[in-house]
């Protein structure tokens, strides 16, 4: 796959063919769902990595207006923030379903990337709207490396700067968010 191929058909989407935006879905689905794979990695949600997918697909296209998305990043962009508001919505749907569920404190270890109950995913959500308002990069970090599961080596490339400056926004963005969810 190239990354011009992704370009000129985001492009063509964005003029109004929604048949590019789904050959762009089509050509990236395997990297979608090794992405939902991993956000959904404890197995007890009643979510799996192929209804994520679609459900972000339809968040993305189904509205009938084709969104407009310049690049590969800004794709990727969109699908994981669609995603993030799948997963949160779904936890916001488990915790009313519970007596007393209220949001409780967490603590961020070395990697973001663990397995969250919906109290805490609750939380983080919060925090990362926050952490928006303020530093909207270290938003867009967060959410590229924790809900699409992206590695630094593949953000390079997409957000334009170093991995070591990335690794520093990301500790600096783990601390806010840990700041934010006191």
């Not at 959500?125 to 809900?147: C, I, T, W």
């Amino acid at each position: 796959m190239v990354t011009g191929d992704i370009t000129l058909l985001l492009d063509k989407a964005g003029d109004g063919d929604q048949e590019s935006l789904s050959q762009v879905y089509a050509m990236l689905y395997a990297e979608l769902r090794r992405t939902a794979r991993g956000l959904l990695r404890d197995g007890q949600s009643t979510l799996t990595p192929t209804v994520l997918v679609n459900e972000a697909y339809l968040r993305l296209c189904g509205g009938g207006a084709t969104p407009s998305l310049e690049s590969r990043k800004h794709f990727f962009a969109t699908a994981a923030q669609a995603m993030r508001w799948i997963v949160v919505d779904h936890a916001r749907r488990v915790l009313a379903e519970r007596h007393g569920g209220g949001l409780v404190r967490i603590e961020l270890d070395h990697e973001l990337a663990q397995e969250l109950r919906p109290d805490e995913l609750v939380a983080l959500d919060a925090a990362l709207e926050q952490l928006g308002r303020v530093d909207p990069a270290r938003k867009e970090l967060v959410e590229l490396r924790y809900f699409a599961g992206l590695d630094y080596a593949e953000l390079v490339p997409l957000l334009g700067r170093s991995e070591r400056t990335l690794k520093r926004e990301w500790a600096t963005a783990r601390a806010a968010l840990q700041m934010l969810m006191e």
